[in-house]
């Protein structure tokens, strides 16, 4: 499924305003969100690593970084998230989490020690209803990604709804 354009810009937006350049994109599917964030990393002189378990969707998406001109910004990883993302050194400055929404949780403990203090990890599919954070399995991950203090989380429900933390010290 392809990222809204609002959402995509907003990806895009936040890397240029806080110039960063050490992404990492977990779940690629087709690559609409990876050229949002490969297109502002080639602004800054940065790259993007982005991990997708099927193979279809990985090689559809690596023929959109191609006819996007952004191929030598990403590094495009075929392979489960669940076991590369624990492995990957980083440090990262920017992270899109926008995969199996019920691993929410345990990619962020995976990837929050090795995101640098000031550094952004975002997440997709996540809104506030009436009743709270909604969208499927999303509700225990925003209840425990709002309880951690080293984090200043806001969620822009524009598009299919983002949450944004800051990395505090």
């Known amino acids: 499924m392809n990222v809204p354009a ?29 050229i949002w964030i490969a297109w502002a ?28 001109g952004l191929s030598e910004f990403i590094d495009t990883r075929l392979g489960d998230a669940h076991e590369i993302v624990p492995t990957l050194e980083g440090p990262f400055d920017f992270v899109f989490s926008d995969a199996d929404k019920y691993w929410y949780k345990n990619y962020l403990i995976a990837v929050l020690p090795k995101l640098e203090v000031g550094g952004c990890y975002t997440t997709h599919n996540v809104s506030m209803g009436r009743r709270g954070y909604r969208r499927s399995g999303s509700g225990d991950y925003m209840e425990y990604l709002l309880s951690l ?21």
Do not use: C, M, W
């Not at 940065?46 to 996007?68: M, P, S, W, Y």
């Not at 203090?149 to 010290?169: C, M, Q």
């Open 149 to 169: 203090p080293n984090l200043e989380t806001t969620v822009d429900d524009r598009g299919n709804g983002l949450s944004i933390s800051y990395k505090k010290k």
């Open 41 to 68: 990393l080639s602004k800054t002189g940065g790259k993007l690593i982005t991990v997708e378990i099927d193979e279809q969707r990985h090689r559809k998406a690596f023929e959109n970084f191609k006819a996007a």
């Open 6 to 34: 609002v959402d995509g810009q907003t990806l895009h937006d936040i890397i240029l305003k806080n110039k960063y350049t050490k992404a990492l994109e977990i779940g690629t599917s087709t690559g609409h969100s990876s």
